[in-house]
């Protein structure tokens, strides 16, 4: 069996789909790894190009070699919610101020499906309790069924 190589570094980065650059935060977060951020921004933007200035996660496991490997991890779950919605942000405090706008079920079953290939469970109904979970601590009530 091949020795796994040492890991220097686990990171995780919002980046606008296909627009990744040498500037903050990318540049001076692998930077001060030594890794060649040119191995990151070209591929990663080739394989965003089709989420062109989505917000996307992507997880980057850095090595003792400075080599890297990395994945996008789709659009985070309250950027789905607020784009449903068409709001910019959610409640500041949510247990105290609820947004008027309510989540439909329709609009749930949307993104737990867009969510679905980014969780560790092929099963619908527990996505959708998640997506609500993140709702309500965004200040944003689901419609009931």
Known sequence: MAQAKPVRANLKMKIRGGQASAAPPVGSTLGQYGVNMMDFINPFNEETKD???QM???HITIYDDRTMDWRVVGTPTDELILAALKVDKGSGEPNKIKLEKKLSQSQLGDI????????NTDDVEAVKKMVAGTARSMGIEVEST
């Open 56 to 58: 996307v996660t992507v």
């Open 51 to 53: 989420r062109m200035g």
């Open 112 to 119: 737990a499906k867009a969510k679905l290939a980014d969780m």
